[in-house]
């Protein structure tokens, strides 16, 4: 016959193998946790973008770009357009920004961080 010690020990050493199990699946699972890509913002084609030029109305610039994000109560001539894109898990989210500045009805400049000077329209186009 066995010895009921030894048959509680049994039961305590399987007890604590199924608990360490348990734990180790959460664990686990834990980090199958599905991430949403998150977008806010106005979408910035790059062809929208290259099309943007000084001088256009305010209504060509709400067809090619849409509404800005931020309207800015305080300087009617500024219109902000952001764009920020995390997939799932990636690390370093797409962010973009430009800003249209207009004199009167027309865009007088554009400011695009991140994009050399040379590509950013400062002026009117040359006839």
């Known amino acids: 016959m066995s010895s009921p010690c030894l048959h509680r020990g049994f039961a305590a ?9 348990g734990v180790s699946l959460l664990l686990a699972a834990s980090g199958c946790v599905y991430r949403i890509n998150i977008q806010q913002g106005n979408y910035l084609e790059p062809a929208a973008l290259e099309q943007l030029a000084v001088g ?12 800005p994000m931020l309207p800015d109560a305080f300087d009617r001539d500024r219109w902000d ?26 865009v007088a400049r ?13 002026a009117a186009p040359e006839n």
């Open 110 to 122: 554009i400011d695009r961080p991140g994009v050399e000077t040379s590509k950013v329209a400062t």
């Open 56 to 67: 256009m109305t305010r209504s060509q610039v709400r067809y090619l770009l849409g509404t």
């Open 81 to 106: 357009y952001l764009f920020y894109f995390k997939r799932g898990r990636m690390r370093d989210p797409e962010q973009r920004r430009v800003t249209v500045f207009f004199d009167g009805d027309k």
């Open 13 to 21: 050493t399987a007890t604590s193998i199924a608990t360490a199990l």
